[in-house]
């Protein structure tokens, strides 16, 4: 250890910190000293943000570690702080021992520091302070694997004493977890004290793995039902999040869910753990959602129980084939009740959630439960309207009208085109909203959305294909485009999106959306087949895709396509893009089968959550495209 009078004898001026020159670490830490305590938090607090920095430390790090030590011994207070930042600019993981970056590095040095000065650091466990006792751990724990035999043997004996008779159950768990550390294997699952049971359930999952053994799961289930004491506030190195260990084992992660959301869902863990399952795990969705049926029922004017709740049914009943009753029964009655709830709490489940009119009228929806279309009439939310156009296509008698007045009503921005676009899952259903289609076509506004809508509705009105016309005439590229491949579709004259598209793929910008596009004229893009056949060798893997579908759809030949189809397949957005277009042309390579049954069987989700609520899992289209293909 150094004192404060040995901090000149550092070169601090050529070493540097968070914020660039170190200059500055001398006189905090003589600050820490200070008999003011108030001067000696914000030098604490100086020192957390630059000799250690978000995770992060830098050149003066390791020089500082001996004084900081010196200071944990002899400052007037911040003991346990000092201890924790000691800890802090330790803290590493295996991988990272292991890793290029590890020898000469920062953190090498640092705990190479903090391995000289240990011995004289060991009195802190036996501190009058429990939390003083609990950092002093944490200290050890950081350099455990990196101790010289003499300090091993005697840090080993100072935290034996500690788990053998220190009074405060919590501190004597901690040293369960740096015994582990030191390789002392030991699963008290019996003890007495429920905090010391806790941790030695997570170690034993944490060393056996899934599947758990059940004593692990009831003590997890009932110890753990409160914020964990031992790990909520420590990250210990190379340790396992509780939750993240719940969730690489369903079965006992959903029965530790249900136990926990039983005594009270406190902070709301076990909600998050039946989302964190359903998220991770595919078809789990039924057993995860019934687990959260009496919050529905019982947190009625609790907006963040409520919305906590709500955050999981609506993005994942969708993914239940025929929800029971138990279900959208209450569903349906906080939806005509209109219940508060969080928008914070809708926003902490990851998915912008926030502003939605009736939330349990939006998972009513997503579960295509009939009884939604009498309610959407009476919630014109945006976003509402868009997911029940995709869930009920065949609705369009209920819903166009709707959707109309929200148009006539002055929706503009991505409100309108999401509004307009919305429109086509009813394909003709859609003709009545016409005028409004028309309308956002003469005045610019979602133009290229109103554009494709008609084509796809088959909407010939009056003057329909003379205003194609015009906007096929506008600067902007998309608009044109849209227009004459709708005016196509109305006429069957494909000469102008022949001419426009032919200028388009010479440019080469937006090839992806341009080859798109030529795929819908079918056959009769036939002369652009010399401007598609170089894309499909292009290096871009969105390019070759569409290029692909575009050459299938003017040919009708398999083989150059499903070849750059079948090379692109894999667990992304782009080989999902690439396997749906496989499994629309309805080909599947034989050499293909092993990947499509990994994707239909396997019981993980290979790919994540949507980008938007609105949108289908991308993980069911991969399943269901793979599923399409091998039973072609």
């Known amino acids: 250890m150094r004192s404060p009078a040995e901090l000149d004898t550092v070169p601090w001026h050529s070493l540097t910190h968070a914020y660039g020159s170190a200059e500055d670490v001398p006189e905090l830490i003589r600050a820490v000293y200070s008999e003011d305590a108030e001067v000696a938090e914000e030098a604490l607090t100086e020192l957390f943000g630059t000799v250690h920095h978000q995770g992060s430390v830098y050149p003066a790090s390791a020089p500082s570690v001996p004084f900081l030590a010196h200071a944990v011994l002899h400052a007037p207070g911040g003991r346990r702080q000092l201890l924790w930042l000691l800890a802090a600019l330790a803290e590493h993981g295996r991988e990272d021992r292991e890793g290029a970056r590890w020898?000469?590095?920062?953190?090498?040095?640092?705990?190479?520091?903090?391995?000289?000065?240990?011995?004289?650091?060991?009195?802190?466990?036996?501190?009058?302070?429990?939390?003083?006792?609990?950092?002093?751990?944490?200290?050890?724990?950081?350099?455990?694997?990196?101790?010289?035999?003499?300090?091993?043997?005697?840090?080993?004996?100072?935290?034996?004493?500690?788990?053998?008779?220190?009074?405060?159950?919590?501190?004597r768990a901690d040293a369960l977890v740096v015994l582990n550390r030191f390789g002392r294997v030991l699963e008290p699952l019996d003890s007495p004290l429920a905090?010391?049971?806790?941790?030695?359930?997570?170690?034993?999952?944490?060393?056996?793995?899934?599947?758990y053994a059940p004593q692990v799961v009831e003590i997890l289930a009932e110890d753990g039902a409160e914020p964990d004491p031992v790990y909520a506030d420590i990250h210990w190195p190379d340790g396992v999040p509780l939750e993240e260990l719940l969730t690489g084992d369903p079965d006992a992660g959903l029965a530790v869910a249900d136990r926990w959301i039983g005594y009270g869902d406190l902070g709301g863990r076990g909600t998050r753990l039946a989302e964190r399952i359903v998220e991770t795990?595919?078809?789990?969705?039924?057993?995860?959602?019934?687990?959260?049926?009496?919050?529905?029922?019982?947190?009625?004017?609790?907006?963040?129980?409520?919305?906590?709740?709500?955050?999981?049914?609506?993005?994942?009943?969708?993914?239940?084939?025929?929800?029971?009753?138990?279900?959208?029964?209450?569903?349906?009655?906080?939806?005509?009740?209109?219940?508060?709830?969080?928008?914070?709490?809708?926003?902490?489940?990851?998915?912008?959630?926030?502003?939605?009119?009736?939330?349990?009228?939006?998972?009513?929806?997503?579960?295509?439960?009939p009884r939604a279309l009498e309610l959407v009439p009476d919630h014109p939310d945006t976003r509402l309207l868009v997911l029940a156009a995709e869930c009920f296509p065949a609705a369009g008698d209920r819903l166009v009208p709707v959707i109309g007045r929200a148009l006539r009503a002055g929706a503009g921005g991505s409100e309108r085109v999401a509004l307009v676009e919305a429109l086509a899952s009813f394909g003709p259903g859609a003709r009545e909203a016409v005028p409004e289609l028309l309308e956002s076509l003469r005045t610019g506004r979602a133009a290229t959305a109103a554009a494709r809508v008609l084509g796809r509705c088959g909407a010939a009105a009056p003057g329909t294909v003379a205003l194609l016309g015009e906007?096929?005439?506008?600067?902007?590229?998309?608009?044109?485009?849209?227009?004459?491949?709708?005016?196509?579709?109305?006429?069957?004259?494909?000469?102008?999106?022949?001419?426009?598209?032919?200028?388009?793929?010479?440019?080469?910008g937006g090839a992806a959306g341009h080859l798109g596009a030529a795929a819908l004229l079918g056959a009769a893009a036939a002369p652009l087949l010399p401007l598609v056949e170089p894309w499909l060798t292009s290096w871009k893997r969105e390019d070759r895709r569409a290029a692909a579908v575009a050459h299938h759809g003017i040919t009708g030949s398999v083989e150059r396509a499903v070849p750059v189809l079948a090379d692109l397949v894999a667990p992304t957005l782009i080989g999902l893009?690439?396997?749906?277009?496989?499994?629309?042309?309805?080909?599947?390579?034989?050499?293909?089968?092993?990947?499509?049954?990994?994707?239909?069987?396997?019981?993980?989700?290979?790919?994540?959550?949507?980008?938007?609520?609105?949108?289908?899992?991308?993980?069911?289209?991969?399943?269901?495209?793979?599923?399409?293909?091998?039973?072609?």
């Open 195 to 211: 905090e010391v049971r806790l941790a030695a359930a997570r170690m034993t999952a944490e060393r056996c793995g899934p599947p």
């Open 577 to 632: 893009g690439a396997l749906e277009s496989l499994a629309a042309i309805g080909t599947c390579p034989e050499e293909l089968r092993p990947v499509l049954r990994g994707f239909a069987f396997c019981p993980l989700r290979l790919l994540g959550r949507p980008l938007f609520p609105e949108e289908p899992h991308p993980d069911e289209r991969l399943r269901s495209a793979a599923w399409r293909l091998l039973t072609a």
């Open 103 to 171: 020898s000469g590095g920062a953190v090498e040095a640092i705990c190479e520091e903090l391995c000289r000065v240990l011995p004289g650091l060991l009195p802190c466990l036996d501190d009058p302070e429990p939390e003083v006792r609990r950092a002093a751990l944490h200290v050890v724990a950081t350099v455990t694997p990196l101790l010289p035999y003499r300090t091993w043997g005697a840090a080993l004996a100072r935290v034996e004493a500690v788990h053998a008779g220190d009074p405060v159950p919590r501190v």
């Open 281 to 369: 795990w595919r078809d789990r969705e039924p057993e995860a959602l019934e687990l959260l049926l009496p919050a529905l029922a019982e947190r009625r004017g609790d907006p963040e129980g409520l919305g906590a709740a709500l955050g999981v049914v609506v993005p994942w009943i969708g993914h239940v084939p025929q929800p029971e009753p138990e279900l959208t029964d209450p569903l349906y009655e906080l939806a005509c009740a209109g219940e508060e709830v969080s928008d914070t709490a809708l926003l902490g489940r990851g998915y912008p959630w926030a502003g939605l009119s009736n939330p349990a009228l939006f998972a009513l929806v997503r579960a295509r439960d």
């Open 471 to 508: 906007a096929a005439l506008r600067p902007d590229s998309s608009l044109a485009l849209a227009s004459t491949l709708a005016r196509f579709r109305l006429t069957g004259d494909p000469e102008p999106a022949l001419a426009l598209l032919g200028e388009l793929l010479c440019d080469g």
